[in-house]
């Protein structure tokens, strides 16, 4: 990770909780914030992608991988679609 900041976020599980970590941007998705951190629930380390506004996860990898992570999170959201992106985060359909 290169630009490490903090941030808070409300947990899967609708706790406030704080993440060192970096934003990561995906075009055409401006209106979300991506937070690429350490993967607090894996004992063997590794990172995660967690939407800011909600707390889920969106990709997940080993350690030593998170060069990967923007590819893993481009590839899962092409995969699956803004669409349903915005529904697993409770936001509905979009509009567009």
């Given at each position: ?6 941030f ?11 993440l ?5 941007g995906?075009?055409?998705y ?42 893993q ?21 979009l509009?567009?």
């Amino acid at each position: 990770m290169s630009i490490v900041e903090k941030f808070l976020i409300r947990n899967e599980f609708g706790q406030p909780q704080e993440l060192l970590g970096e934003e990561v941007g995906v075009p055409g998705y401006e209106e979300l914030q991506f937070i690429l951190h350490a993967w607090l629930y894996d004992k063997r380390g590794g990172w995660a992608i967690t939407e800011r506004s909600s707390g889920k996860r969106i990709a997940s990898g080993p350690a030593g991988t998170e060069h990967l992570a923007r590819e893993q999170l481009e590839r899962q959201l092409r995969a699956h679609g803004k669409d349903a992106l915005m529904r697993v985060l409770g936001r509905g359909d979009l509009s567009s």
